[in-house]
């Protein structure tokens, strides 16, 4: 006989209490997150004969026809086709795409890549860092292997296997009763000790994830409000040559903004929604030069081509990751970050006067220094308390800021002196301690050091307790040090890491927020945080 199935395991930690009499905590030990992943997404049946290796950036599996571009992809689910998006990488211009393929298929990028984070968030399997595949026109290439449009294929978003041809599924568990009944008991153990949210976008992914069971979200990426669709209102703001055109980009925007907090707020009512403002990575926002400039030798610009060509060379950075992002673009477009709070206590306000109770964090992203995040501290604290002098009723708005660069991290005593809460940007704060470009070391370096022992496992995947941690755990205790009731939690992906988490817990945090379909792996796993490590 085989090993016991995930569902088979769970069943059998429910028996254990309530037909055989034994212990809770036992019950909630005897199941991994490999279980739970098992149960909630789609997995194969059995193993084909593997055409290309990635990473597994979004569990589950996948079968489907091959498309090479969102527009052909729509076309072919608007025909009945099942799709896999297939692409070096992905960017905002495709989430169309992305939103109705099956799975997802990238040659570059790695877990923290924008197709992995989308994968994630939406609960589609993924396999990044193919780096195997080479893309060509209307066609892949593994070796000697030719892969055309419509071919079908398989990914594996657990193990990062891609197959050619269908895979079999294996069955699913429709009804899992004993799902609810352990992670109940896991809510039980960790209450008070330590929370679990979500990373949530827009109002489909909040209501997801309270589903899910988080307790709020933990991160709210305001750039994924504008993919897709509105992805030309956030390019106007960013590129508007004068002010009059900069404000009329902004009017829009608000509108926009205040509809999709206002969504968040009731899916979330009376629970904690934490607002990052606007943290774009300008290359993923804007228009590729390199296309405009083939587009203006082949004398295909209008007027407005090229005044947009002009600006996206101004903007244009060698290295945008650590460029224009964050607090230092609301620093550039200091208005952004005004419309931005405006936008929220507006719909705090709707929300609030139809009934609801919201529950308000704004957080600054990507601040190296106090000084930084008192400015634009007080810029947020003004739109308060304009906003609440209209109100019969107060909105009480914590202001917090992330802690991933290890500046802040150094500095963590006296961000605390202004700030009400720390939520730790793992994801940025392992890039930038390792040295390692998120999107370009996961398929090649990271996979040749943990095959030679130069490391103990991907970074990006379980958090580097040694440095990353090291920073995570004394900027928490500076922190509270300094403010004894700072709020601390934790947004990046390790949010969702089993190992990660009880790193978390030991260092004191009061929250970890994590994908919406990872939040049931979270909760167990804090659990059994608590349960390894009492008392804290």
């Known amino acids: 006989?085989?090993?016991?199935?995930?569902?088979?395991?769970?069943?059998?930690?429910?028996?254990?209490?309530?037909?055989?009499?034994?212990?809770?905590?036992?019950?909630?030990?005897?199941?991994?997150?490999?279980?739970?992943?098992?149960?909630?997404?789609?997995?194969?049946?059995?193993?084909?004969?593997v055409l290309a290796s990635g990473l597994g950036a979004s569990p589950g599996?996948?079968?489907?026809?091959?498309c090479f571009t969102p527009d052909d992809a729509v076309d072919?689910?608007?025909?009945?086709?099942?799709?896999?998006?297939?692409?070096?990488?992905?960017?905002?211009?495709?989430?169309?795409?992305?939103?109705?393929?099956?799975?997802?298929?990238?040659?570059?990028?790695?877990?923290?890549?924008?197709?992995?984070?989308?994968?994630?968030?939406w609960g589609k399997p993924a396999v990044c860092g193919a780096e195997a595949i080479t893309v060509g026109e209307g066609c892949f290439t593994v070796g000697d292997v030719v892969v055309n449009a419509g071919d079908l294929i398989s990914l594996d978003g657990t193990t990062g296997q891609v197959f050619l041809g269908a895979v079999s599924m294996g069955d699913k568990d429709e009804e899992l009763p004993e799902l609810d009944v352990l992670l109940g008991w896991a809510d039980e153990v960790r209450a008070g000790k330590l929370g679990v949210r979500a990373n949530a976008d827009t109002p489909e992914d909040a209501v997801r994830a309270r589903e899910f069971g988080a307790e709020g979200i933990g991160l709210c990426r305001t750039e994924h409000q504008f993919l897709g669709k509105r992805?030309?209102?956030?390019?106007?703001?960013?590129?508007?040559?004068?002010?009059g055109a900069e404000e009329e980009a902004l009017t829009a925007l608000e509108i926009v903004q205040k509809q999709d907090y206002l969504g968040l707020l009731v899916a979330m009512d009376d629970l904690p929604v934490t607002v990052r403002l606007l943290d774009p990575p300008l290359h993923e926002f804007l228009p590729s030069v390199e296309a405009l400039v083939l587009s203006d030798a082949l004398g295909e610009l209008d007027v407005d081509g090229a005044e947009l060509l002009a600006a996206a060379r101004h903007w244009q950075e060698s290295n945008p990751m650590m460029g224009t992002r964050g607090v230092r673009l609301g620093i550039l477009r200091h208005g952004l970050y005004h419309m931005q709070v405006r936008a929220l206590l507006a719909a705090a306000a709707e929300h609030q006067a139809r009934g609801g109770s919201p529950h308000i964090e704004i957080m600054v992203p990507l601040v190296i220094d106090a000084r930084e995040f008192e400015l634009v501290r007080g810029w947020i604290a003004d739109e308060v308390e304009v906003a609440n002098a209209a109100l019969d009723r107060p909105i009480e708005v914590l202001i917090g800021t992330m802690i991933e660069t290890p500046r802040a991290a150094m500095c963590a005593g006296l961000i605390a002196e202004e700030?009400?809460?720390?939520?730790?940007?793992?994801?940025?704060?392992?890039?930038?301690?390792?040295?390692?470009?998120?999107?370009?070391?996961e398929s090649r370096i990271v996979r040749e050091y943990?095959?030679?022992?130069?490391?103990?496992?991907?970074?990006?995947?379980?958090?580097?307790?040694?440095?990353?941690?090291?920073?995570?755990?004394?900027a928490a205790a500076a922190g509270r040090a300094v403010n004894p009731a700072l709020k601390?939690?934790?947004?990046?992906?390790?949010g969702g890491d089993p190992a990660s988490i009880d790193f978390f817990?030991?260092?004191?945090?009061?929250?970890?927020?994590?994908?919406?379909?990872?939040?049931?792996?979270?909760?167990?796993?804090?659990?059994q945080a608590v349960l390894r490590n009492e008392p804290r």
Not at 80 to 94: F, M, W
Not at 102 to 112: D, K, P, Q, S, V
Not at 450 to 470: H, M, S, W
């Open 488 to 494: 601390l939690g934790v947004c990046g992906e390790h």
């Open 1 to 49: 006989m085989g090993s016991p199935s995930g569902a088979e395991k769970i069943r059998a930690a429910v028996r254990s209490v309530e037909e055989q009499g034994g212990d809770i905590a036992a019950a909630l030990l005897m199941v991994d997150a490999a279980d739970l992943e098992a149960v909630i997404h789609d997995q194969f049946d059995m193993a084909g004969a």
């Open 450 to 474: 943990v095959a030679r022992g130069l490391i103990d496992a991907n970074p990006f995947e379980t958090l580097d307790q040694v440095a990353v941690g090291e920073m995570v755990r004394s």
């Open 419 to 441: 700030a009400e809460f720390f939520s730790f940007g793992t994801n940025d704060l392992t890039q930038m301690t390792f040295g390692f470009s998120r999107d370009d070391v």
């Open 61 to 66: 599996a996948a079968v489907g026809a091959v």
């Open 231 to 243: 992805l030309p209102e956030i390019r106007r703001m960013i590129l508007a040559a004068t002010p």
């Open 76 to 121: 072919a689910y608007d025909a009945g086709i099942d799709v896999i998006l297939v692409k070096d990488e992905t960017s905002p211009e495709d989430v169309h795409g992305m939103a109705i393929a099956e799975g997802i298929l990238t040659t570059r990028g790695g877990l923290a890549s924008h197709a992995a984070v989308v994968a994630r968030g």
């Open 505 to 527: 817990y030991r260092s004191g945090l009061d929250y970890v927020s994590c994908s919406p379909f990872r939040v049931p792996i979270a909760r167990l796993a804090a659990a």
